[in-house]
T-cell receptor, first 114, second 117 residues
Protein backbone atom coordinates (compact mmCIF):
# COMPACT_ATOMS: atom_id res chain seq x y z
CA UNK A 1 0.00 0.00 0.00
CA UNK A 2 2.80 2.40 -0.95
CA UNK A 3 3.90 3.17 2.62
CA UNK A 4 0.48 4.25 3.86
CA UNK A 5 -1.14 3.07 7.06
CA UNK A 6 -4.55 3.90 8.44
CA UNK A 7 -5.78 3.57 12.00
CA UNK A 8 -7.98 2.23 13.28
CA UNK A 9 -8.86 -0.32 10.60
CA UNK A 10 -12.31 -0.89 12.06
CA UNK A 11 -14.41 1.21 14.40
CA UNK A 12 -17.93 1.07 15.73
CA UNK A 13 -19.26 4.17 17.43
CA UNK A 14 -22.51 5.77 18.45
CA UNK A 15 -24.35 8.69 16.92
CA UNK A 16 -23.17 12.01 18.33
CA UNK A 17 -19.71 10.90 19.38
CA UNK A 18 -16.52 12.42 17.93
CA UNK A 19 -14.30 10.17 15.84
CA UNK A 20 -10.79 10.71 14.51
CA UNK A 21 -9.20 8.61 11.79
CA UNK A 22 -5.48 8.74 11.17
CA UNK A 23 -3.48 8.39 7.99
CA UNK A 24 0.28 7.99 8.17
CA UNK A 25 2.68 7.93 5.21
CA UNK A 26 6.37 7.16 4.93
CA UNK A 27 6.76 8.39 1.33
CA UNK A 28 7.18 12.11 2.09
CA UNK A 29 4.50 12.98 -0.47
CA UNK A 30 3.16 16.51 -0.48
CA UNK A 31 -0.48 15.72 -1.19
CA UNK A 32 -2.79 13.68 1.01
CA UNK A 33 -6.47 12.94 0.45
CA UNK A 34 -9.41 11.50 2.35
CA UNK A 35 -12.13 9.65 0.41
CA UNK A 36 -15.20 7.76 1.44
CA UNK A 37 -16.48 4.73 -0.45
CA UNK A 38 -20.14 3.80 -0.53
CA UNK A 39 -22.05 1.31 -2.70
CA UNK A 40 -23.22 2.93 -5.92
CA UNK A 41 -21.06 6.03 -5.44
CA UNK A 42 -17.52 4.88 -6.02
CA UNK A 43 -14.97 6.97 -4.13
CA UNK A 44 -15.77 10.57 -3.24
CA UNK A 45 -13.29 13.17 -2.03
CA UNK A 46 -13.91 14.57 1.46
CA UNK A 47 -10.87 16.81 2.03
CA UNK A 48 -7.36 17.05 0.81
CA UNK A 49 -4.07 18.61 1.92
CA UNK A 50 -1.41 20.24 -0.22
CA UNK A 51 1.08 20.77 2.59
CA UNK A 52 1.49 21.07 6.34
CA UNK A 53 -1.45 23.08 7.69
CA UNK A 54 -2.79 23.57 4.14
CA UNK A 55 -6.12 21.88 3.44
CA UNK A 56 -9.12 22.27 1.17
CA UNK A 57 -12.61 20.85 0.86
CA UNK A 58 -13.72 18.10 -1.47
CA UNK A 59 -17.18 17.31 -2.77
CA UNK A 60 -18.58 15.74 0.43
CA UNK A 61 -16.93 17.76 3.19
CA UNK A 62 -19.97 18.60 5.35
CA UNK A 63 -19.63 17.09 8.83
CA UNK A 64 -15.89 16.46 8.46
CA UNK A 65 -12.77 18.39 9.39
CA UNK A 66 -9.11 17.63 8.80
CA UNK A 67 -5.73 18.60 10.15
CA UNK A 68 -2.18 18.14 9.01
CA UNK A 69 0.48 19.20 11.50
CA UNK A 70 3.24 17.02 10.01
CA UNK A 71 4.01 15.92 6.48
CA UNK A 72 3.44 12.28 7.35
CA UNK A 73 0.12 12.53 9.20
CA UNK A 74 -3.34 13.55 7.98
CA UNK A 75 -6.24 13.33 10.42
CA UNK A 76 -9.94 13.14 9.57
CA UNK A 77 -12.38 14.11 12.32
CA UNK A 78 -16.09 13.58 12.52
CA UNK A 79 -17.11 16.12 15.15
CA UNK A 80 -20.45 14.44 15.87
CA UNK A 81 -20.86 11.18 14.00
CA UNK A 82 -24.14 10.40 12.21
CA UNK A 83 -25.42 7.17 10.70
CA UNK A 84 -24.96 8.66 7.21
CA UNK A 85 -21.22 8.68 7.89
CA UNK A 86 -21.12 4.91 8.10
CA UNK A 87 -18.70 4.10 5.29
CA UNK A 88 -15.27 2.88 4.36
CA UNK A 89 -12.71 5.68 4.49
CA UNK A 90 -9.57 5.68 2.38
CA UNK A 91 -6.55 7.88 2.60
CA UNK A 92 -4.48 8.52 -0.51
CA UNK A 93 -1.16 10.23 -1.19
CA UNK A 94 0.26 11.93 -4.26
CA UNK A 95 3.53 13.62 -5.12
CA UNK A 96 2.90 16.11 -7.88
CA UNK A 97 1.19 19.46 -7.96
CA UNK A 98 0.41 19.16 -11.63
CA UNK A 99 -2.74 17.70 -13.09
CA UNK A 100 -2.12 14.07 -13.78
CA UNK A 101 -0.22 12.81 -10.75
CA UNK A 102 -0.76 9.33 -9.42
CA UNK A 103 -2.62 8.78 -6.19
CA UNK A 104 -1.90 5.74 -4.03
CA UNK A 105 -4.39 4.44 -1.53
CA UNK A 106 -4.13 3.06 1.97
CA UNK A 107 -5.91 -0.09 3.24
CA UNK A 108 -9.02 1.73 4.49
CA UNK A 109 -10.96 2.17 7.73
CA UNK A 110 -14.42 0.67 8.07
CA UNK A 111 -16.52 2.95 10.27
CA UNK A 112 -19.95 2.01 11.57
CA UNK A 113 -22.09 4.62 13.31
CA UNK A 114 -24.97 3.12 15.28
CA UNK B 1 -17.89 19.63 -12.14
CA UNK B 2 -16.60 16.42 -13.64
CA UNK B 3 -18.95 13.47 -14.06
CA UNK B 4 -17.63 9.98 -14.83
CA UNK B 5 -19.90 7.16 -15.94
CA UNK B 6 -18.70 3.56 -15.99
CA UNK B 7 -20.19 0.50 -17.70
CA UNK B 8 -20.96 -2.26 -17.17
CA UNK B 9 -21.51 -2.50 -13.43
CA UNK B 10 -20.93 -6.27 -13.51
CA UNK B 11 -19.04 -8.36 -16.04
CA UNK B 12 -18.61 -12.10 -16.12
CA UNK B 13 -16.15 -13.74 -18.54
CA UNK B 14 -14.65 -17.15 -19.05
CA UNK B 15 -11.01 -17.64 -18.19
CA UNK B 16 -8.88 -16.78 -21.19
CA UNK B 17 -11.44 -14.41 -22.71
CA UNK B 18 -11.03 -10.65 -22.93
CA UNK B 19 -12.81 -8.10 -20.76
CA UNK B 20 -13.58 -4.50 -21.67
CA UNK B 21 -14.76 -1.78 -19.29
CA UNK B 22 -15.80 1.61 -20.62
CA UNK B 23 -15.96 5.06 -19.06
CA UNK B 24 -17.09 8.47 -20.24
CA UNK B 25 -16.25 11.84 -18.73
CA UNK B 26 -17.71 15.30 -19.04
CA UNK B 27 -14.94 17.85 -18.33
CA UNK B 28 -12.85 18.59 -21.39
CA UNK B 29 -10.09 19.89 -19.07
CA UNK B 30 -9.49 16.41 -17.65
CA UNK B 31 -6.04 15.25 -18.66
CA UNK B 32 -5.22 12.13 -16.67
CA UNK B 33 -7.15 8.86 -16.53
CA UNK B 34 -6.10 6.17 -14.04
CA UNK B 35 -7.60 2.74 -13.53
CA UNK B 36 -7.72 1.05 -10.15
CA UNK B 37 -8.27 -2.56 -9.13
CA UNK B 38 -9.81 -3.21 -5.74
CA UNK B 39 -9.84 -6.62 -4.12
CA UNK B 40 -12.19 -7.43 -1.29
CA UNK B 41 -11.20 -5.73 1.94
CA UNK B 42 -8.31 -3.79 0.39
CA UNK B 43 -7.65 -0.31 -0.89
CA UNK B 44 -7.74 0.52 -4.61
CA UNK B 45 -4.51 -0.30 -6.43
CA UNK B 46 -3.38 1.70 -9.43
CA UNK B 47 -2.92 -0.71 -12.33
CA UNK B 48 -2.53 1.54 -15.37
CA UNK B 49 -3.05 5.15 -16.36
CA UNK B 50 -3.07 7.30 -19.46
CA UNK B 51 -2.51 10.97 -20.07
CA UNK B 52 -4.38 13.09 -22.56
CA UNK B 53 -1.48 13.35 -25.01
CA UNK B 54 -1.54 9.59 -25.59
CA UNK B 55 -4.20 7.48 -27.32
CA UNK B 56 -3.26 4.03 -26.07
CA UNK B 57 -1.05 2.43 -23.47
CA UNK B 58 -0.27 -1.24 -22.79
CA UNK B 59 1.21 -3.11 -19.89
CA UNK B 60 1.37 -6.85 -20.45
CA UNK B 61 -2.24 -8.12 -20.49
CA UNK B 62 -3.87 -4.79 -19.77
CA UNK B 63 -4.32 -1.80 -22.05
CA UNK B 64 -6.14 1.49 -21.91
CA UNK B 65 -7.42 3.57 -24.81
CA UNK B 66 -8.48 7.20 -24.77
CA UNK B 67 -10.67 9.10 -27.23
CA UNK B 68 -10.52 12.76 -26.21
CA UNK B 69 -12.93 13.89 -28.89
CA UNK B 70 -15.64 11.54 -27.69
CA UNK B 71 -14.56 11.87 -24.04
CA UNK B 72 -14.36 8.19 -23.38
CA UNK B 73 -11.68 5.75 -22.28
CA UNK B 74 -11.61 2.00 -21.89
CA UNK B 75 -9.76 -0.73 -20.04
CA UNK B 76 -8.96 -3.92 -21.92
CA UNK B 77 -7.82 -7.09 -20.16
CA UNK B 78 -6.74 -9.97 -22.38
CA UNK B 79 -6.29 -13.63 -21.47
CA UNK B 80 -8.21 -13.15 -18.24
CA UNK B 81 -7.26 -15.21 -15.21
CA UNK B 82 -9.15 -15.94 -11.96
CA UNK B 83 -6.89 -13.50 -10.10
CA UNK B 84 -8.24 -10.70 -12.32
CA UNK B 85 -11.57 -11.03 -10.48
CA UNK B 86 -12.05 -7.76 -8.56
CA UNK B 87 -13.80 -4.41 -8.74
CA UNK B 88 -12.29 -2.01 -11.26
CA UNK B 89 -12.65 1.77 -11.06
CA UNK B 90 -11.93 4.34 -13.70
CA UNK B 91 -11.23 7.95 -12.79
CA UNK B 92 -10.71 11.25 -14.52
CA UNK B 93 -8.41 13.94 -13.21
CA UNK B 94 -8.55 17.63 -13.80
CA UNK B 95 -6.15 20.21 -12.35
CA UNK B 96 -7.47 21.84 -9.22
CA UNK B 97 -8.21 25.48 -9.68
CA UNK B 98 -7.08 27.57 -6.78
CA UNK B 99 -4.53 27.49 -4.00
CA UNK B 100 -2.30 24.49 -3.63
CA UNK B 101 -2.63 22.77 -6.95
CA UNK B 102 -2.88 19.02 -6.93
CA UNK B 103 -5.37 17.12 -8.98
CA UNK B 104 -8.95 16.18 -8.34
CA UNK B 105 -9.91 12.59 -9.14
CA UNK B 106 -13.51 11.84 -10.00
CA UNK B 107 -14.31 8.14 -9.93
CA UNK B 108 -16.73 5.96 -11.80
CA UNK B 109 -19.01 3.71 -9.77
CA UNK B 110 -17.02 0.54 -10.42
CA UNK B 111 -17.26 -2.70 -12.38
CA UNK B 112 -17.35 -6.07 -10.62
CA UNK B 113 -15.37 -8.41 -12.86
CA UNK B 114 -15.74 -12.13 -12.34
CA UNK B 115 -13.51 -14.54 -14.24
CA UNK B 116 -15.04 -17.98 -14.28
CA UNK B 117 -13.09 -21.21 -14.69
Amino acid sequence: DAGITQSPRHKVTETGTPVTLRCHQTENHRYMYWYRQDPGHGLRLIHYSYGVKDTDKGEVSDGYSVSRSKTEDFLLTLESATSSQTSVYFCAIGSSGEGGSEQFFGPGTRLTVL
Amino acid sequence: GENVEQHPSTLSVQEGDSAVIKCTYSDSASNYFPWYKQELGKGPQLIIDIRSNVGEKKDQRIAVTLNKTAKHFSLHITETQPEDSAVYFCAASSPRRGTGGGNKLTFGTGTQLKVEL
